[in-house]
């Protein structure tokens, strides 16, 4: 159950942090639209079954040509897409982090610059919370 649940949490963060380009893929395919993301969002906001609205996501964009459909999109939410091979270093997160303003989903994002603006929640549209490392 506790992976079930991180493996939606996941999902979720990836939606979150990758919404404006969910969409965009979306629309990009013939007769495509971002109505699965929506069903998403009205979840989030409803307190609905959001893991069966991933779930349709993540198998519309797999229809749509995406092998890896909504998984392609997972990260840490910091931006940094990719894999990271051994004693390759991630830039340093610093002392803070920002994680989900609900605790809802896994997204976390670190700043790399002091005037870097925090990101939004992609379900709320609200700041980021800042955590103390």
Same mark, same amino acid.
């Given at each position: 159950m506790a992976d079930e649940r991180g493996h939606t949490a996941g999902r979720l963060a990836a939606v979150c942090g990758h919404l404006d380009e969910i969409r965009r893929d979306l629309r990009s395919v013939p007769g495509g639209d971002d109505g699965p993301v929506e069903r !998403?969002? /009205? =979840? !989030? #906001? &409803? +307190? /609905? &079954? !959001?893991a069966g609205a991933l779930d349709g996501l993540h198998a519309v964009l797999q229809a749509a040509g995406d092998p890896w459909g909504l998984d392609g999109y997972a990260d840490d +939410? @910091? +931006?940094l897409r990719g894999i990271w091979p051994d004693g390759i =270093? #991630?830039? @340093?997160p610093g002392e803070h982090v920002y994680l989900c303003p609900a605790d809802r989903c896994t997204r976390s994002w670190w700043p790399r610059r002091a005037t870097e603006p925090v990101p939004e929640c992609g379900m709320s549209g609200a700041a980021l919370r800042r955590k103390r490392l």
């Amino acid at each position: 159950m506790a992976d079930e649940r991180g493996h939606t949490a996941g999902r979720l963060a990836a939606v979150c942090g990758h919404l404006d380009e969910i969409r965009r893929d979306l629309r990009s395919v013939p007769g495509g639209d971002d109505g699965p993301v929506e069903r !998403v969002l /009205a =979840a !989030v #906001r &409803d +307190g /609905a &079954d !959001v893991a069966g609205a991933l779930d349709g996501l993540h198998a519309v964009l797999q229809a749509a040509g995406d092998p890896w459909g909504l998984d392609g999109y997972a990260d840490d +939410g @910091s +931006g940094l897409r990719g894999i990271w091979p051994d004693g390759i =270093a #991630r830039p @340093s997160p610093g002392e803070h982090v920002y994680l989900c303003p609900a605790d809802r989903c896994t997204r976390s994002w670190w700043p790399r610059r002091a005037t870097e603006p925090v990101p939004e929640c992609g379900m709320s549209g609200a700041a980021l919370r800042r955590k103390r490392l």
